[in-house]
């Protein structure tokens, strides 16, 4: 029995086992012998984080060539060297990713998503959206901490996600857990590609900033005292913060939800108090930038735009030259604005920790005369940026204004700041409203003369900053409003003499939406001039992009004088060659031309890498309209800071020594904690408006 | 053929293979954590099942009876079974890639499957003929994969809920499978 048995089994079992041998032998499938070395170097956790079903998947994937050698992202540099090996490739250095969180907190919503139960971002989301009025912003139920299989993620003390980069292996699993857009997963070259997007969680401040700095958040390192931290963010978007902490204009301000409280956060304030921390601690923080690429890319005009092209190419591993007509770099920023606003010794430091990133300049070259865009093609330049700004001044369209004495805002600027000394007697006439009027007005007065600015509207109407006006005011400069230009009256040396104007009344608003100043027949009047300055306006000179000055443009121009390009990826009808600043945009912010020569880099980028321009379709161009309140309950008032004057009296009037100073730590500190940390969150300000919800907020007081 | 649908319907409701007759736990608690997965066990058992019932009927009918060999019956069937799903696995590997592919280590985990092992020996004890050994198999196969998706279903809704720490995971996966049990016991009023 007992051999029966055993008999039969063994029997039973090789027939199987024969069954076995000829099958594998009919099915027999070919398999690379790499994929089973390179599974036995991968780690075996199947987290699914390259991609593919598991180890054994992207084993399959590196050796069918779909996957590079370094696609599993917990293996450490060795593992994949050796999976690179095995290959046959080398391993190139990847840069260096992280989750982070873009959320900074505020009223976030209640704890109380607990409907039913739910303790899961995607299951509140699905039911409610939210308990907030706009549908972005961190839920703080903590999904993405149950979703890191590397125990990266925890929930910090204020319900917000907080990561910690030394076990972030960067998987993304957060990310897709995240029903919200708050978590990415980015290294350096991505931050730097970004465009806003319409699911980002944006705050108001930061949908408004033309280079998109992120507001909320360098506001919040300031208040936490990290200043290094908050200058790296900005420098993410800005390269010239020195420069626009003193100059911008501050769009951002104006959207600030804290004017619905009492004043706006002083926004400018806190970037200049960081930026000249910086400028005044001796030494520069390091700037990191991507390994080279070996591509060059020529920028005409060193300015703003130019600047802060170049700037994000160098970084982003590209070797930009930048040229320049005049014999330094910085475009209006040097010779639009003057001294007192913003001293040429803290710009050349600006400018130079731009130029040691790695990028050459050759000054004193003219585009059209010195090289044309075929000779930097022929030089082996890979690609094109246009960035020459806008340096024709206006005409005031009145007779006699070609006479001696009579000198554009602009150009008269220019003259000062190349320290040629432009004769201006002892009665100047500034005509125009602009910043560039009053600059031109309050660089007189301290050149000794007495000035008088014409303006044809009143002075509400003034596009000039409010604190540029008063600055005038204070110094002496006389104002005319409703008041025009008529002709100029030259002596018989032709030489000007006297200005004869209009008086003005407004009638009705124009397409601006401000009212029309009308002429007052009769009204006509004369005033004495030694010099008289028209700052109206300022169109790009584009004589450069004929040869000799005349002929064929190869490009494609307005009416306004400025360039023709794609307003998503700003490249001209000439493939790789690009534009931004004002020769595009016509006389625009300083912080709209680093924007958009940000936003020119990335496009070029794109061009030398991959050849298309991707422009995502949620990029965010206006205002986001449900991230807009009009009124913020439940927050303290708190007077916001101002910045100290650095001359005073008789002083003020005759240097050019700088007028305004910057916070001191305690009061940027102070004004730092003004912010509403709206970062992407939005308040929720009346929860009983929200059709399903009961009063969750009286719920979690008596709680 | 009334006797074939009860008989079916049984299979699958009344005695059913999990909830039923306590058979293959450890993989019914193990891949019931998400539907997706629980869909890819629940096939890959249903077509082994069917196959390891007819083949062991065969060995059964033509190897062990005719010889009085009757006792081997559990040893002989773990060999058939273990060489089977073997030669399924390189079959699939080789004729329907994609499917090998999605069913990944669900394939070798039904070796070591006591559901599979259970339905081919109630085939045995039941003394069934070839035919109702096989659509037995196939009923047994489809409850089994049921019971697995319906209470995956659940385990993932759970997951999201608020549960005491000590509950979460497989202590509630045990009571809800209980409860299911409990519930499907309705079923035997049926037949
Ligand atoms: S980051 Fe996203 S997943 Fe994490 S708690 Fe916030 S909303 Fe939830
Ligand atoms: S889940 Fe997020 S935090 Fe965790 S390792 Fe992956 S990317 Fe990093």
Same mark, same amino acid.
């Given at each position: @029995?007992?051999?029966?048995?055993?008999?039969?089994?063994?029997?039973?079992?090789?027939?199987?086992? $024969?069954?076995?041998?000829?099958?594998?032998?009919?099915?027999?499938?070919?398999?690379?012998?790499?994929?089973?070395?390179?599974?036995?170097?991968?780690?075996?956790?199947?987290?699914?984080?390259?991609?593919?079903?598991?180890?054994?998947?992207?084993?399959?994937?590196?050796?069918?060539?779909?996957?590079?050698?370094?696609?599993?992202?917990? /293996? +450490?540099?060795?593992? /994949?060297?050796?999976?690179?090996?095995?290959?046959?490739?080398?391993?190139?250095?990847?840069? &260096?990713?992280?989750?982070?969180?873009?959320?900074?907190?505020?009223?976030? $919503?209640?704890?109380?998503?607990?409907?039913?139960?739910?303790?899961?971002?995607?299951?509140?989301?699905?039911?409610?959206?939210?308990?907030?009025?706009?549908?972005?912003?961190?839920?703080?139920?903590?999904?993405?901490?149950?979703?890191?299989?590397?125990?990266?993620?925890?929930?910090?003390?204020?319900?917000?996600?907080?990561?910690?980069?030394?076990?972030?292996?960067?998987?993304?699993?957060?990310?897709?857990?995240?029903?919200?857009?708050?978590?990415?997963? /980015?290294?350096?070259?991505?931050?730097?590609?970004?465009?806003?997007?319409?699911?980002?969680?944006?705050?108001?401040?930061?949908?408004?900033?033309?280079?998109?700095?992120?507001?909320?958040?360098?506001?919040?390192?300031?208040?936490?005292?990290?200043?290094?931290?908050?200058?790296?963010?900005?420098?993410?978007?800005?390269?010239?913060?020195?420069?626009?902490?003193?100059?911008?204009?501050?769009?951002?301000?104006?959207?600030?939800?804290?004017?619905?409280?009492?004043? =706006?956060?002083?926004?400018?304030?806190?970037?200049?108090?960081?930026?000249?921390?910086?400028?005044?601690?001796?030494?520069?923080?390091?700037?990191?930038?991507?390994?080279?690429?070996?591509?060059?890319?020529?920028?005409?005009?060193?300015?703003?735009?130019?600047?802060?092209?170049?700037?994000?190419?160098?970084?982003?591993?590209?070797?930009?030259?930048?040229?320049?007509?005049?014999?330094? !770099?910085?475009?209006?920023?040097?010779?639009?604005?003057?001294?007192?606003?913003?001293?040429?010794?803290?710009?050349?430091?600006?400018?130079?920790?731009?130029?040691?990133?790695?990028?050459?300049?050759?000054?004193?070259?003219?585009?059209?005369?010195?090289?044309?865009?075929?000779?930097?093609?022929?030089?082996?330049?890979?690609?094109?940026?246009?960035?020459?700004?806008?340096?024709?001044?206006?005409? @005031?369209?009145?007779?006699?204004? +070609?006479?001696?004495?009579?000198?554009?805002?602009?150009?008269?600027?220019?003259?000062?700041?190349?320290?040629?000394?432009?004769?201006?007697?002892?009665?100047?006439?500034?005509?125009?409203?602009?910043?560039?009027?009053?600059?031109?007005?309050?660089?007189?007065?301290?050149?000794?003369?007495?000035? =008088?600015?014409?303006?044809?509207?009143?002075?509400?109407? %003034?596009?000039?900053?409010?604190?540029?006006?008063?600055?005038?005011?204070?110094?002496?400069?006389?104002?005319?409003?409703?008041?025009?230009?008529?002709?100029?009256?030259?002596?018989?040396?032709?030489?000007?003499?006297?200005?004869?104007?209009?008086? @003005?009344?407004?009638?009705? &608003?124009?397409?601006?939406?401000?009212?029309?100043?009308?002429?007052?027949?009769?009204?006509?009047?004369? %005033?004495?001039? /030694?010099?008289?300055?028209?700052?109206?306006?300022?169109?790009?000179?584009?004589?450069?992009?004929?040869?000799?000055?005349?002929?064929?443009?190869?490009?494609?121009?307005?009416?306004?004088?400025?360039?023709?390009?794609?307003?998503?990826?700003?490249?001209?009808?000439?493939?790789?060659?690009?534009?931004?600043?004002?020769?595009?945009?016509?006389?625009? !912010?300083?912080?709209?031309?680093?924007?958009?020569?940000?936003?020119?880099?990335?496009?070029?980028?794109?061009?030398?890498?991959?050849?298309?321009?991707?422009?995502?379709?949620?990029?965010?161009?206006?205002?986001? &309209?449900?991230?807009?309140?009009?009124?913020?309950?439940?927050?303290?008032?708190?007077?916001?800071?101002?910045?100290?004057?650095?001359?005073?009296?008789?002083?003020?009037?005759?240097?050019?020594?700088?007028?305004?100073?910057?916070?001191?730590?305690?009061?940027?500190? $102070?004004?730092?904690?003004?912010?509403?940390?709206?970062?992407?969150?939005?308040? +929720?300000?009346?929860?009983?408006?929200?059709?399903?919800?009961?009063?969750?907020?009286?719920?979690?007081?008596?709680? | 053929?009334?006797?074939?649908?009860?008989?079916?319907?049984?299979?699958?409701?009344?005695?059913?293979?999990?909830?039923?007759?306590?058979?293959?736990?450890?993989?019914?608690?193990?891949?019931?954590?998400?539907?997706?997965?629980?869909?890819?066990?629940?096939?890959? *058992?249903?077509?082994?099942? *069917?196959?390891?019932?007819?083949?062991?009927?065969?060995?059964?009918?033509?190897?062990?009876?005719?010889?009085?060999?009757?006792?081997?019956?559990?040893?002989?069937?773990?060999?058939?079974?273990?060489?089977?799903?073997?030669?399924?696995?390189?079959?699939?590997?080789?004729?329907?890639?994609?499917?090998?592919?999605?069913?990944?280590?669900?394939?070798?985990?039904?070796?070591?499957?006591?559901?599979?092992?259970?339905?081919?020996?109630?085939?045995?004890?039941?003394?069934?003929?070839?035919?109702?050994?096989?659509?037995?198999?196939?009923?047994?196969?489809?409850?089994?994969?049921?019971?697995? *998706?319906?209470?995956?279903?659940? #385990?993932?809704?759970?997951?999201? #809920?608020?549960?005491?720490?000590?509950?979460?995971?497989?202590?509630?996966?045990?009571?809800?499978?209980?409860?299911?049990?409990?519930?499907?016991?309705?079923?035997?009023?049926?037949?």
């Amino acid at each position: @029995m007992i051999l029966t048995s055993g008999l039969t089994l063994f029997g039973i079992g090789l027939l199987a086992a $024969a069954i076995l041998g000829v099958a594998s032998r009919l099915l027999f499938v070919k398999e690379d012998p790499r994929i089973a070395l390179i599974e036995d170097n991968l780690p075996g956790a199947n987290c699914g984080g390259c991609g593919f079903p598991g180890c054994s998947g992207a084993a399959a994937a590196i050796v069918a060539g779909k996957a590079p050698a370094t696609v599993c992202i917990v /293996s +450490d540099a060795e593992a /994949s060297a050796r999976v690179a090996a095995i290959m046959g490739q080398e391993v190139l250095e990847r840069e &260096p990713e992280l989750a982070v969180r873009d959320c900074t907190g505020g009223l976030r $919503a209640d704890d109380a998503f607990h409907y039913e139960g739910a303790l899961d971002c995607r299951a509140a989301h699905l039911l409610y959206g939210g308990s907030k009025a706009c549908p972005e912003g961190c839920l703080g139920l903590g999904t993405c901490v149950r979703a890191c299989p590397f125990d990266a993620i925890h929930m910090g003390p204020e319900g917000l996600p907080v990561i910690d980069p030394a076990q972030c292996k960067a998987c993304g699993n957060c990310v897709a857990a995240c029903p919200r857009g708050v978590i990415a997963v /980015s290294g350096m070259t991505a931050r730097l590609l970004h465009l806003n997007q319409t699911t980002d969680c944006l705050a108001p401040c930061r949908q408004k900033c033309p280079a998109q700095i992120n507001i909320p958040r360098y506001i919040e390192q300031i208040k936490a005292g990290d200043y290094d931290g908050a200058v790296m963010t900005i420098k993410e978007r800005n390269p010239l913060l020195v420069t626009c902490g003193r100059v911008c204009p501050r769009p951002c301000e104006t959207m600030c939800r804290r004017q619905y409280v009492d004043e =706006t956060v002083g926004i400018n304030m806190l970037k200049r108090f960081v930026a000249d921390r910086e400028l005044h601690s001796g030494s520069r923080l390091p700037v990191p930038c991507a390994k080279d690429t070996g591509k060059r890319v020529a920028v005409i005009g060193g300015g703003p735009a130019g600047l802060s092209c170049a700037y994000f190419l160098r970084r982003l591993g590209h070797s930009p030259v930048i040229f320049d007509a005049m014999p330094a !770099l910085g475009g209006q920023t040097r010779y639009g604005i003057p001294e007192y606003r913003l001293p040429k010794a803290d710009l050349d430091w600006e400018i130079q920790g731009i130029l040691d990133l790695g990028i050459e300049a050759r000054l004193n070259t003219k585009f059209g005369k010195d090289f044309t865009l075929a000779s930097l093609r022929e030089e082996g330049f890979d690609a094109t940026f246009i960035g020459i700004g806008a340096w024709q001044a206006s005409g @005031m369209y009145a007779e006699g204004e +070609d006479l001696d004495g009579v000198m554009g805002g602009i150009e008269f600027l220019t003259a000062h700041a190349l320290g040629q000394k432009p004769e201006t007697g002892n009665k100047v006439i500034v005509v125009g409203g602009g910043n560039t009027a009053i600059d031109a007005a309050r660089t007189c007065v301290r050149l000794g003369a007495e000035v =008088t600015l014409m303006y044809r509207r009143t002075r509400a109407e %003034m596009p000039a900053d409010v604190e540029e006006i008063v600055g005038a005011e204070d110094e002496g400069v006389k104002f005319r409003f409703l008041a025009a230009p008529a002709r100029v009256i030259g002596d018989e040396n032709g030489k000007a003499t006297h200005l004869e104007f209009y008086e @003005m009344e407004l009638g009705e &608003p124009d397409d601006s939406g401000r009212r029309r100043p009308v002429k007052k027949e009769g009204s006509e009047q004369r %005033m004495e001039a /030694s010099l008289i300055i028209p700052a109206i306006g300022q169109k790009p000179d584009l004589g450069c992009l004929y040869d000799d000055g005349e002929g064929e443009c190869p490009l494609e121009t307005t009416r306004w004088q400025t360039i023709v390009a794609d307003p998503d990826t700003f490249e001209t009808a000439i493939p790789g060659v690009f534009t931004a600043g004002d020769v595009y945009t016509g006389p625009d !912010l300083v912080i709209s031309a680093i924007g958009d020569g940000r936003k020119a880099a990335r496009s070029i980028h794109y061009h030398l890498t991959r050849g298309d321009i991707p422009v995502p379709e949620t990029t965010q161009k206006g205002m986001i &309209p449900y991230t807009l309140f009009k009124e913020i309950d439940f927050v303290e008032r708190k007077k916001r800071a101002v910045l100290p004057h650095l001359c005073h009296g008789d002083d003020r009037n005759c240097t050019f020594n700088e007028v305004e100073g910057s916070l001191s730590e305690e009061e940027a500190r $102070a004004e730092a904690d003004r912010c509403l940390r709206c970062g992407l969150v939005c308040y +929720d300000r009346d929860l009983r408006e929200e059709p399903f919800l009961p009063d969750l907020r009286d719920q979690t007081k008596d709680a | 053929m009334q006797e074939y649908f009860l008989l079916f319907i049984g299979a699958m409701f009344v005695n059913n293979i999990v909830l039923a007759q306590y058979l293959g736990n450890c993989p019914f608690i193990g891949t019931s954590k998400d539907t997706g997965v629980a869909v890819g066990m629940g096939g890959a *058992v249903v077509f082994v099942a *069917v196959m390891a019932a007819a083949i062991t009927w065969l060995v059964q009918e033509y190897v062990l009876a005719p010889f009085g060999l009757g006792f081997l019956q559990t040893l002989a069937f773990i060999l058939v079974i273990a060489a089977l799903v073997q030669f399924v696995e390189m079959f699939l590997k080789k004729m329907v890639p994609p499917l090998y592919k999605s069913l990944g280590i669900f394939l070798p985990l039904i070796t070591t499957n006591c559901a599979v092992m259970g339905i081919a020996l109630i085939c045995q004890r039941e003394e069934f003929g070839f035919v109702k050994t096989v659509l037995f198999a196939l009923a047994s196969g489809l409850g089994f994969m049921i019971a697995l *998706v319906l209470l995956a279903g659940i #385990r993932e809704k759970l997951a999201v #809920r608020r549960l005491p720490i000590a509950m979460r995971g497989t202590p509630i996966g045990l009571i809800m499978a209980g409860l299911m049990s409990l519930a499907f016991f309705a079923f035997k009023g049926m037949i």
